[in-house]
Nanobody, 128 residues
């Protein structure tokens, strides 16, 4: 049974940092493209960042909103993907989800419909 478990969310002031973790069980994360999405109340689920599978080169991709502030990385030994978020802004407030799938083509990396497995989400709240 595949499970993705996010952790690390919380409440911080603007300018602060958080590191989100997505731990996988039931699959070998290194062979999956893993992405972070976020969803604020009343809004669509938006792409945040992705790291492609080792077989696809392991490249990283970021939404413009997070470039220069967010870093996605993976620890294959721990079967975990991280999202380091620095210089947080109130507009980063959302529930953050990790998602994973194999066979995600490059042009579809930012499309949530391409991901089969999802975590339950972790709340990030940034106050001004």
């Amino acid at each position: 049974q595949v499970q993705l478990l996010e952790s690390g969310g919380g409440s911080v002031q603007a300018g602060g940092s958080l590191r989100l973790s997505c731990a996988a069980s039931g699959l070998t994360f290194s062979t999956y493209t893993v992405a972070w999405f976020r969803q604020a109340p009343g809004k669509d689920r938006d792409f945040v960042a992705a790291i492609r599978s080792r077989g696809s080169g392991g490249s990283t991709h970021y939404a413009d909103s997070g470039k220069g502030r967010f870093t996605i990385s993976r620890d294959n030994a721990k079967n975990t993907v991280y999202l380091q978020m620095n210089s947080l802004k109130p507009e980063d407030t959302a529930v953050y989800f990790c998602a994973a799938n194999t066979g995600v083509i490059l042009s579809s990396t930012r499309n949530p419909t391409q991901y089969k497995y999802w975590g339950q989400g972790t709340q990030v709240t940034v106050s001004s």
